[in-house]
């Protein structure tokens, strides 16, 4: 623990959100309070097709707000992609974005209100040191932000994930200004999501709650999200997953999602360092990796965590012990589909020292409770491939 009497620190929390079934109705409404008048929905061409986007329409239209539509959200975006939204609202002088969808589509929005009034390149903008104040304010819209999905958050974020095609990394674009006006939460707009999309989802909002929870450093009130954040998963995850249109259920891990990328900013750690990469190489779902990977990182950081996990753990109503909260998490993740290892996920292992070299370098490496390298990296890499958790404990 840092010593409290000298820290110095920042804590932020979100933005206006607007919780329950039937509030995409009030996306015109949210427009006008955000200043407004012409908005670019923002989209992926999935989702463009499904009469969910039509409710959106619907709601700016009823507001009377003329709205167009860019749904060129690609699934890993590339700068490319912000930059043809970027001309569109330009070109047809949109003040604003309404974002609707999974996290892609929710970055690709942010990033397109951010980009609109700047002249520098989006990469000048990487989340590195103070970049952000390389920006000109003045040039950001505002944005509503409509996640379809539970799982990364990033409708009450300040950053952006974009692709960088030239080296194939993906890069975190940050602005304080980036953060929605207003994110609307409405269950039923998730309750379409397929099984294996809602448990995918769903684990990276535990993953997020769960490394938060963890990172080292005085955040407690980041910390208390968390671990309210990790309880609605497990409660609401498998009703989710078996039953789409359980709207409680649905409610539950919209709440648990925000609330995971509010608690990240304490920092993440191992589950995302080793995700990170075999996403970028093997095109695999960030939410998917990371349900395989928990609980191998909870072995492996147990020494540093031990206490904390348990504390958790009597939160869940579980005996107050490690082995019960690994326990329940093994559980989850066989209840709600997602493989026990990354050889099931169809990863192979002649790669290993090339991807721990890049787990090495993601910035979330870093805030990990126990340091890592990339022999630890890749150590951890060839368990989660072979299934073996350091504790003996069954996968
Ligand atoms: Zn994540």
């Not at 039509?54 to 709205?67: I, K, M, P, Q, T």
């Not at 920006?135 to 409509?146: L, Q």
């Not at 194939?168 to 980036?178: A, L, Q, S």
């Amino acid at each position: 623990m840092a010593d409290l009497a000298t820290l110095v620190t920042t804590w932020n929390y979100p933005t206006r959100v607007r919780f329950g079934v039937g509030t995409v109705g009030e996306a015109g409404e949210a427009c006008r309070a955000a200043g407004i008048t012409r908005p670019l929905v923002v989209t992926d061409p999935g989702l463009a097709r499904l009469p969910l986007l039509d409710r959106v329409l619907e709601a700016l239209r009823s507001a009377g707000l003329e709205a167009a539509v860019f749904d060129g959200v690609r699934p890993n975006p590339t700068a490319g992609n912000v930059a043809m939204g970027v001309e569109i609202l330009r070109r047809d002088r949109h003040d604003g974005v309404v974002a609707v969808g999974g996290g892609s589509a929710l970055d690709v929005g942010k990033l397109v209100a951010f980009m609109a009034g700047q002249s520098r390149p989006i990469w000048d903008f990487e989340d590195i040191g103070d970049w952000w104040t390389r920006a000109d304010p003045a040039g950001i819209r505002p944005v509503v932000a409509i996640p379809t999905t539970a799982g990364t958050g990033s409708e009450v974020g300040r950053a952006g994930v974009v692709t960088d095609e030239a080296t194939h990394t993906k890069k975190i674009i940050f602005h304080p200004g980036m953060m929605p006006r207003t994110a609307i939460l409405d269950p039923s707009l998730t309750a379409g999501l397929p099984p294996h999309l809602t448990a995918a989802t769903g684990m990276d909002a535990l993953a997020h709650c769960l490394e938060a929870y963890c990172a080292p450093g005085f955040h407690p009130m980041a910390e208390g999200i968390a671990v309210e954040g990790v309880r609605l998963v497990f409660a609401a995850l498998p009703r989710a997953v078996r039953e789409g249109d359980d709207l409680e259920a649905r409610g539950m891990m919209l709440a648990a999602s925000a609330m995971g990328a509010t608690a990240f900013q304490k920092g993440l750690g191992v589950v995302h360092s080793l995700s990170h990469p075999l996403g970028a190489v093997y095109d695999l779902h960030h939410g998917l990796l990371n349900g395989i990977l928990l609980p191998y990182a909870l072995a492996f950081n147990r020494a540093a965590i031990e206490e904390r996990i348990r504390r958790l753990a009597a939160w869940l109503g579980l005996e107050p012990r490690f082995e019960a909260f690994l326990d329940a998490l093994l559980e989850l993740r066989r209840t709600t589909g997602i493989p026990p290892t990354l050889a099931a996920a169809g990863v192979p292992a002649d790669r290993l020292e090339e991807l721990a070299r890049m787990a090495e370098k993601d910035p979330t490496a870093a805030s990990n409770p126990i340091p890592v390298d990339a022999a630890a990296l890749e150590r951890l890499y060839r368990q989660a491939i072979a299934g073996e958790l350091p504790s003996g404990m069954p996968t």
